[in-house]
């Protein structure tokens, strides 16, 4: 299990309405596709916060470049007003693995961050 963190660039507060409900979609979609388990997922206007299970031979990379990858490219594509950025996306993100606290704590951490 991974919890990731990563920001648009510049850190603008550009996932916001249709754009941020749409990039929860599409996520959401790449993860099943690929048979991972989205156990938490928020999408705030400078950041996206995702708990995933995935299987034990997939790196953390793998997981941040296809999220990262379809959603840069479909949410382009569908929002001009995003093409004003040099990328959608930075190149860096945080990873942990839920090894080091519990999957509940992560799980309540990332909750609490919707309500915010």
């Known amino acids: 299990m991974y919890h990731f963190v990563w ?3 510049r ?7 249709n754009i941020a409900r749409d990039c929860a979609g599409l996520i959401r979609e790449k993860c099943d596709e690929l048979g991972w388990h989205v156990l ?5 206007p400078d950041h996206v916060q995702l708990f995933v299970q995935t ?3 997939t790196s953390a990379s793998d997981v941040v470049q296809a999220c990262k990858g379809v959603t840069s490219h479909i949410l382009c594509e569908r929002y001009p007003e995003l093409k004003k950025l040099p ?3 930075t190149r860096s993100y ?11 704590t992560i799980e309540a951490y990332i909750a ?3 309500g915010r």
């Open 87 to 89: 990328s959608l996306w």
């Open 40 to 44: 938490e997922l928020a999408i705030q």
């Open 11 to 17: 850190r603008k507060k550009v996932l916001v309405g």
């Open 112 to 114: 609490a961050q919707k």
């Open 55 to 57: 299987f034990p031979t």
């Open 94 to 104: 945080f990873a942990a693995s839920a090894g080091n606290v519990s999957a509940q």
């Open 7 to 9: 920001t648009p660039k």
